[in-house]
């Protein structure tokens, strides 16, 4: 792994090293049997020391966008309270809707973080079942204060939330029974450094006697169904078999580094990159930002896709920002399993195409 050369610095997907990828290239066995079920009591045991939950955890055959789907029909049957700070929030608003779902949408300005007192005001007013708030914001790079934004909803009984973790899981600490998470859920492509083809959720008793209760939430999602077949060690429908495979290896790498061991490499990757590149501003807000990405303003005028390419003709890529942000400010992932000399490397390139530009 030392001198292999990553090209991905994009906030997701993120590089996966070989070791990972050969993982998955075993032959590929049948969804339902003994040999898939060994996998998959594995991998349950192992999500549960990820997520840090005693709580049931499965994986979904999904891009972490259908359990944003998933987390509405589960469990709301009155109103939403979903919270907004950026583009994958909005689309959690947006899924809500779609649905027909009602629901209010909290929003803040990109770049900052939604605070526990918005919370607690609009929960006072509202008549609501579920709170959504994405934990760390990939398009602003802002981490919200989930841990006291959960105190805030903990108050009111029968408001259960549901945080979306899909960058800042395995990268930063999510920690769902000491927070009081009803529901967290990710990716494998973000901070696990998998390829994309995977979800991840944990759902709380509280959680799935909601979902017990609820009405049209289809088939595919439906929460009782995945504890159902989980009982059997088995998925509900035909898993992908090789990532499977491949992220029992990849949580046992993981979990050999230790969580904290990597959320501090993470930390460390963030620090690193802030201080070098200190001439541009951070997007988030301060005391608030993602240990897995890092969001730059743009104001010095640099043709962002422009330099991209120059990058990209290197080898490696970064990322423009993210829709309305494009242009107008910059992305670098430093998540997975980047180490600090990739970050060196990278960003020695980064520079070197920055100067060549002019800039
Ligand atoms: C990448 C991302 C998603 C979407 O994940 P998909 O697997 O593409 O559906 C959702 N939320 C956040 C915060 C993300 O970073």
Redesign the pocket.
Known sequence: MSDYKPRLFI??PTEVFPEVLEAMAGPVISHRGPEVQEVTADVFSQLKVLFGTTHPCYPALS????L?EAVVRNLSNKKILATVCGA?SE?QYQIAVKNGKPVDALRVDPGLAVRPEMVADALSKGDYDLVTV?H???STGVLNPIEDIAKVVGEHDDVLLAV?C??SLAGAPVKVDDWHIDVAFS?I??ALAMP?GL?LFSVSPRAMERSLGMKNKGQYFDFEVFAKMAAKNQSPATINTSLLVALRFQLGRILAEGLENRWQRHQEMASYVRTRLSRFNLFPEADFMSPTVSVFRNETGINVGQLIDAVRKTGKLFGNGYGALKEKTFRIGHMGDLQMHHMEDFLDTFEDCLAATGA
């Open positions: 906030p997701g891009a972490a966008t259908g944003m994958f689309r994405v760390s914001e990939t979306d899909v960058s990716g492509q973000k994309p979800a």
